[in-house]
């Protein structure tokens, strides 16, 4: 396969984006309270890690450097709010980066899988929103319906305003969705 400097650097991007995904979780898995709760967290983390380690062996595979990470002020904030208020209020917000990065990977052959695991973490999060504290950690992992939420949208639109430009917020019926 002839890979494109476009490629290397949508490899980059998505290896950046994953391993967003793990600081984030391991931040919410840090402030949890509930250790079966934190146990998913933790669980989603190694599966963005599975994901990250496809991207950078890509790169190695095609003579690119894998970057170095540092989280960036928008994860930095979301840990520092799940340590704040708890996991529970920034659920919306990482279900929505889930939502988003599914819609990414697709079309992307070297993303075969990834759109499907995206949003079964998506639904997870979903459910461990819906269920709050009071939903054992295998009721919410084996959970693959469409869960509403009733907040979030705010949160979201003020940590990641540029992602969602063009777009508004709908709420009907309990669900928050993008219009």
Do not use: C
């Not at 929103?129 to 992992?141: C, Q």
Request: charged residues 25%; glycine residues 8%.
């Amino acid at each position: 396969m002839n890979v494109s400097q476009a490629d290397i650097r949508r490899y980059r991007q998505n290896y950046i984006k994953e391993q967003d995904g793990i600081a984030l979780y391991r931040s919410l898995a840090k402030a949890e309270k509930d250790p079966s709760r934190a146990d998913i967290f933790e669980r989603l983390a190694a599966a963005e890690e599975h994901h990250s380690e496809r991207w950078a062996q890509l790169l190695r595979d095609n003579g690119a450097t894998v970057p170095s990470y540092k989280p960036g002020w928008r994860i930095l904030l979301l840990g520092w709010l799940s340590k704040s208020i708890g996991p529970q209020h920034v659920l919306p917000v990482v279900s929505g980066f889930e939502s988003r990065d599914q819609g990414a990977y697709v079309g992307q052959v070297e993303a075969v899988g990834m759109p499907a695991s995206e949003r079964s973490h998506s639904r997870t999060l979903q459910t461990m929103f819906k269920h709050g504290k009071h939903e054992n950690a295998s009721t919410i992992v084996s959970s693959e319906r469409w869960h509403r939420t009733s907040y979030g949208g705010s949160l979201r639109a003020a940590v990641w305003p540029s992602s969602y430009r063009g777009t508004r917020t709908v709420v009907s019926g309990g669900v928050t969705r993008l219009a």
